[in-house]
């Protein structure tokens, strides 16, 4: 056989995080295939011997070119996954089987950001060295970037004297501009692949400094005004950018130049430039901390201060812009120390003086940087608040609105942070806010709207707008009525249930945080059809700098429905006070209701419904006598000719449906509670749509409410949801599948008999047919299906087997996207939205199916299950990891035998999540509830791991401890590591045993508030194994374990774990008895009802 060409590659590249650490590639390209090599070697490992690591082949899939199979010759556990990966990218990219040996432990480069950074550099480094081979000719796509001329960077002197090559500066500012334009797509995409290019040049950002900070078009650059405005917008857009993603490689020099450009921005005529300016150094002081550039604050400071009288009035309110960005975005870092000092003491007195600048925009931005001080506690502000008080009296007469709008704001935080302040002048606030929500601003008179919110929701200053209701509540129901803009968009609204949405009326829908596994197995609700919600901004997880995609929504930004109204901050506020005063508030809008409810003009009719349903948490006990003849009334308005007061007439039906629901009288059930329900699920197939919406928000509050006293009545309910099905558009359909999920939560098990099952799963399984894997309408459709799989529990099998593979290929799909993206930056990453729902669906159906059929769908998947949930468990979103470990318990606990061969590989990867240093400040929440489900998960498997769990014993210990001890942990964390720890004992209490000292006080002290279940039951059955062969360690907190002993109960728990518990409760009672010469002296130094539940449930 005629010998194969080769050609042959050899290389080394530094690993980012150990710069004496290299990594030795070796690429072998054969005529039908690849061989690459991958070690590592440090100058400690010269010479030793290395391990033979894994080896893996893997082959293009000529059906379908993204994916790619797999075969693995040799494994190393640490080792495989990353080999794995390796070769299958390499093989999808170069179409071509690829053989990959590799020695190198990926994971032991640090955290899973700095392993996923080696694995991107090495993947970058060999498949740019295979395009060196030119294997085949390229693609015309791959062709066209070919031919491409690079941007050449001519070298030039140091940064002082650093001037650009013209050249250059041309091409760097064609592409600039070819960037931002949305003629022409392919200028763009072209544009922007050469400027990702352009990155590698050490003098980028000293060619963009450079274009961002002249004013006019450099000697030799052709461009008009307008174009040049748009090539110095994007090059300060790309050098923010750079300075986010690359702050600590920009050379010092170049750095220095970012920083001369700023003030240059600040001053510039156009308020555009002067706003990005304000971008790029609060990027520098994020990134680099305020000592990388110390001059700043002092600098910004004097041009707003304008001691010389010669700062320009845009320097000045470009620097009080920059200002403000920084404080926004910077907030801690200002609070804290820095060599001794907190900045913000030295700050926050020039903010308050530059309250008095004679330029309302320097006014305004001094106010917006001192509202984001005024929320939190801090010393400078505690020196400054007499100071900052006076001011904002002052400024409570400015004659600008946007001025006042932060005033009302400013005073708004104060109640929170410093009521002791306000309430000596609450009566001249009360006038204050009065008059600017009477304004014709809409967004001051919200601002000042939201006084009364906090108010009202703060603990103690409530009190003091007692005397002041009978001025406040009219202010409400007089804002509560639509303004006549609104009632023209409103107005004599048509059927529309037959026009088919824009995509632009459907709201973004978001995969909702899997609930953390408990330790008391409670979940949140959430509230369904609240008809004055607060949008909360969605810029809030933004950078700065960034925009989100309302702003360029053009589609119903005036709509009133859709944008949070001093209309809607009202209602919010009546429904507060009424929770505050309760009858007082009802009494002041009796007269209201009286006049308005039957008003013969359809806005006043509708602001009175309204205020009827904003009261209805607070003053349930008072309106109850009047309900008996205000429902029927309101049932009459789900016919109102007006579908705005259909609209509504639905939510507040729903906020009264509880006091319906629990009529025990069949008579008045049948008279009041039938007619509701049957109203409102009539209103789900109104002829218009947005009455269709609130009709079915409404009904989802009624199946919360009523919960089981729906039974009756679910076969009507689900003939109308399959109509629904039927007739819905898209937008509708969301709402929708919260009202099956909802009644799948409550009526459970009864969901499943045939003729309920029958009629609503073929309805939701069309529809489910005809939802894309790419739509967004598949987070909602999956959540519903979690719900209604788990209802269904063994009934759902006929339906599992396709929901299951789809699952599994989204996963996947998205995997593979994400792993594309993080070697290919010009990729944007996928929507982990979609690896959320799908894992959390996985999960219902493994808990509903339990046991053959469960283990069946798994050995079938389509792609390695327990790979692809390993990747998930070490994604870096919180959210992801969440559902992941809480589906790796689930597996632990239904699919254990399947589960046993991968947890060598899990387990460690499940220690590093449990690790707290790794929770970051600003991500805690989600991080911690990452850490609860890797709890919940570690104690499912400890208790079916058995002795297998020995090697990881240790570190589990240790850092089970380490959370139950962190007093930042929250409550439900503590106890799920608590449950974990036991549980833990369950088969390695001699491993335990020693360390018993060092947890048994948090580990009583974490399981008091408990909820009684079969996990708690077990937890201590496993701690009183490890106290059982230690018990010389309990002395100090015998007396609470007693005490634990006696008050444990669980009518519910079963056989045999309830008899288990029991023998070795008196077991170690027992241990004790022998142990303690004077044992019955020391039980009656128990509560006496303590002492008689030992003696009657144990042999004392």
Known sequence: MAEEQMHLVQLSVAVPQFPDTRIYIRISKLVKALLVSLTTASPDETGAAKTMGSFVYALPNRFNDRETLSTVFFAHEPTLDPTTRLAKLIARRAQLPTYVTNSMNFSDTGTVDEEMSVFRTVAEVVLERLLAFHPSPPSPKRRRRLLTTRIRFVPTAPAMAWQPAPESLRQLATYLKDSLSGFNKDAQKQAELMLEQAKSSPDINNYLAFIFSSADPPDGLQCGEQDYHVVRSAAGIMLKNNVKSQCKSIPEASLQLVKLAVPMGLQDKNVQIRNFAGNIATEVIKRGGLLAWPELLPQLLDMIGNASGQVSTEAQEGAMSALAKICEDNTRMLIREVNGQRPLNFVLPHLIAATKSSLPRVRVGALTAINVFTPRESQAMLNSIDDLLQHLFILSADDNCDVRRQVCRAFVHLVETRPDKLQPHIGGLVDYIISQQKCDDEDLACEAAEFWLAVGEHTDL???????????????????????????????????????????????????????????????????????????????????????????????????????????????????????????????????????????????????????????????????????????????????????????????????????????????????????????????????????????????????????????????????????????????????????????????????????????????????????????????????????????????????????????????????????????????????????????????????????????????????????????????????????????????????????????????????QLDMDSVLDEEIDSGFGVVNNACWSAGEIATQHGKGMAPWVPELLQRLVEIMCNPRVPKGLSENSAIALGRLGLHSADLLAPSLPSFAEEFLNAMQEVDPSEEKATAFKGFSMVVGVNPQAMEKVLMSYFESIARYQDLNLRNPIKQELHEVFQNVLNVYKRMIPQFNEFVSQMRPQDQQSLKNNYAL
């Open 462 to 912: 409530w009190r003091a707008l007692q005397p002041f209701l009978v001025k406040i509540i009219p202010v409400l129901l007089e804002c509560m009525v639509y303004g006549a803009d609104d009632i023209a968009l409103l107005g004599g609204q048509s059927d529309d249930e037959d026009e088919q949405d824009r995509e632009e009326d459907i709201k973004p829908a978001f995969a909702k945080k899997n609930q953390a596994r408990a330790a008391n197995g409670e979940e949140s609700v959430p509230k369904s059809g609240d008809a004055y919600e607060k949008l909360n901004n969605m810029d809030e997880g933004l950078e700065e700098g960034e925009v989100s995609d309302d702003d360029f929504d053009d589609g119903d930004d005036g709509y009133p429905d859709e944008r949070w109204t001093v209309r809607k901050c009202s209602a919010a506020a009546l429904d507060v006070f009424a929770r505050d005063f309760r009858g007082a508030v009802f009494e002041a809008i009796f007269p209201y209701l009286s006049q308005n409810l039957k008003h013969e003009e359809w806005p006043h009719r509708e602001a009175a419904v309204l205020a009827l349903g904003a009261v209805a948490e607070g003053c349930m006990n008072v309106v109850v006598p009047h309900l008996p003849e205000l429902i029927p009334y309101l049932i009459t308005l789900l016919e109102d000719p007006e579908p705005v007061v259909r609209q509504i007439t639905c939510w507040t039906l729903g906020r009264y449906s509880p006091w319906a629901a629990e009529l025990t009288d069949p008579a008045q059930k049948e008279r009041y509670f039938v007619p509701l329900m049957d109203g409102i699920l009539r209103k789900m197939l109104d002829k218009n749509k947005k009455v269709q919406e609130a009709g079915a928000s409404a009904f989802a509050n009624i199946e919360e409410k009523a919960g089981k006293r729906l039974e009756p009545y679910c076969g009507p309910i689900i003939q109308q949801f399959v109509r629904c099905f039927a007739r819905y558009k898209d937008r509708n359909m969301y709402i929708l599948y919260d009202c099956v999920q909802t009644l799948a939560e409550r009526i459970g098990p009864l969901l499943a008999t045939p003729e309920l099952a029958n009629q609503l799963m073929p309805a939701l399984i069309e529809r489910y047919n005809t939802v894309s894997d790419e739509s967004r309408e598949v987070f909602p459709l999956l959540e519903c299906l979690s719900y209604v799989a788990l209802a269904l529990s063994h009934a759902f099998a006929p339906y599992a087997t396709p929901i299951f593979v789809r699952c599994v290929n989204i996963i996947h799909t998205n995997l593979e996207l994400s792993l594309a993206a993080a070697v290919n930056p010009a990729l944007d990453q996928p929507n982990k939205d979609f690896l959320i729902t799908s894992l959390d669906l996985i999960s219902a159906i493994v808990q509903a199916l339990e046991g053959d059929k469960a283990v069946e769908l798994v050995e079938n998947a389509p792609h390695p299950f327990f790979e692809l949930l390993s990747f998930c468990m070490e994604d870096p979103t919180d959210e992801v990891r969440q559902s992941a470990y809480a589906l790796q318990g689930d597996c632990a606990k239904y699919l254990y035998p399947r589960l046993q061969p991968h947890l060598p590989t899990m387990l460690p990867i499940l220690l590093k």
